[in-house]
């Protein structure tokens, strides 16, 4: 996994590629620990992401826990595979997808 | 097409998740199967052996078996996860509720749901000192 981030003023983007598992997972989230703090607008880029597995939907959760209390939080370029896993989980629900 | 009968048997820690991939993907390499079916298979090995690294052995790691049958008629992939650990089944636990808002929703639980979900069927049972859980998947 690679994570690509952009933070611009109070907009942090995070564009990720490859696979989100149990593995790299972790890595993801304490990228995000350190720059969320004082972001009004945070998305995630998955155009180059490859696979995300239950570890990856736990970090996405609790990023959209931390953003409904500081600003709006969304997912652009998602392909099918990965819509799919957020239809099956309910994530299309709590998460916004463009 | 050749039919697949392979095992791989390992310390069950999650740093060997990336040798249980190469060896899924080794076993499904001359089948020409859809990203998607792809990542169902990969998705519930990766839950069910992370579950079986962190759950079935408490003091020091043990071993975990898999073995992969690819079939033609019906076309198929079984996959027989064992490991000696304490007696455990995952099928057991009460789904989450997937409608519930992102407040209400607990971090984590989704595993297992996820591979009941993408299997096309999921067995559990404890056999000679034995957790076996069986998933397969019309390919």
Known sequence: MKINKNKNGTKLTFEIAGRVDTSTAP?????????ISGVKELVFDMDKVEYISSAGLRVLLSSQK???????????????????????????DILTIE | MAEINNSLVLDAATDNLQQVMSFIEDCLK?????PKTEMHINMSVEEIFVNIAHYAYTEKTGKATINVSVTDDPAAITIIFKDSGIPYDPLAKKDPDVTLSAKERKIGGLGIYLVKK?????????ENGQNVLIIKKHL
């Open chain 2, 118 to 126: 993408m299997m096309d069927e999921v067995v559990y049972k404890y």
């Open chain 1, 66 to 92: 931390t953003m409904n209390n500081q600003g709006t939080m969304k997912l652009i370029n998602v392909n099918d595979e990965i819509m799919e896993i957020f239809e099956v989980t309910g994530f299309t």
């Open chain 1, 27 to 35: 890595q993801l989230e304490s990228a995000i620990k350190e720059e």
């Open chain 2, 30 to 34: 001359d089948r020409d199967i859809s």
